[in-house]
């Protein structure tokens, strides 16, 4: 069972690139890495899923090196709607990818 | 995606009562699961519940205490029986579709105060 390991907060400012790493040292060969967003009051929302290299969508990229040991979520030009709780999750239908980590809490000041 | 509700959305029940929380999706999916989330902490998985089987409970969480229905596939249960205080929580429902990967969607939770 991979352990994925978050930064437990970070801070940033309006318009700025946020990069959160999660580190997972034991991810097995078939595991994929998902990472979700919450907000208060509210249920987890899938950002993006990833296997390796780079994934990019309409929210984040999601860059991932040729070890898969880690990954990092990259949050362009972020807004004070991007307070959130993240969560990286890594695992495959197997049923390792339900385990959530800490997740880490991401602050944006104006 | 898919869209899911959940019901109630809170409650403040007494202790040695029960509560059943609904969770309704609103397309077929066949792989269903109902997380705890304490205040400020993490989710914790109670029970993976696919139609057509018993649910499959998470070490820690058994039948008796969190009873789950799971009817058809598009509707689920989860009973949160004999509440204690230590049970006040938010209870998630969640589901995901087949594949090789697990992309979950999640209901808006039920938050569940007991004194």
């Known amino acids: 069972l991979a352990k994925t390991t978050q930064p437990i907060s970070m801070d940033s400012y309006e318009g700025q690139e946020v990069n959160i790493t999660c580190s997972h040292n034991?991810?097995?060969?078939?595991?994929?890495i998902t990472w979700y967003q919450q907000f208060p009051s509210q249920g987890p929302r899938f950002i993006i899923q990833?296997?390796?290299t780079k994934v990019t969508n309409e929210v984040a990229s999601l860059f991932i090196p040729a070890d898969r040991k880690s990954s990092t979520l990259s949050l362009p030009r972020v807004s004070l709607s991007d307070t959130a709780v993240y969560y990286c999750?890594?695992?495959?239908?197997?049923?390792?990818?339900?385990?959530f980590g800490g997740g880490t809490r991401l602050m944006v000041k104006p | 995606s898919a869209v899911i509700s959940q019901k109630p959305s809170r409650d403040i029940c007494q202790r040695g009562t029960s509560l059943t929380i609904q969770c309704q999706v609103d397309?077929?999916?066949?792989?269903m699961f109902w997380y705890r989330q304490q205040p400020g902490q993490s989710l914790t998985l109670i029970a993976t519940?696919?139609?057509?089987?018993?649910?499959?409970?998470e070490s820690g969480f058994v039948i008796d205490k969190f009873p789950i229905s799971r009817p058809n596939l598009t509707f689920s249960t989860l009973t949160v029986s004999n509440l204690s205080p230590e049970d006040s929580s938010i209870y998630l429902c969640?589901?995901?579709?087949?594949?090789?990967?697990?992309?979950?969607?999640f209901g808006p939770g039920t938050r569940l105060t007991v004194t």
């Open positions: 969640s589901v995901a579709r087949t594949g090789d990967s697990y992309e979950q969607y």
């Open positions: 034991n991810i097995a060969t078939n595991d994929y």
């Open positions: 990833g296997y390796k």
């Open positions: 999750l890594v695992g495959n239908n197997a049923g390792n990818m339900l385990t």
């Open positions: 397309s077929q999916v066949t792989m």
């Open positions: 519940a696919n139609q057509g089987s018993e649910a499959t409970y």
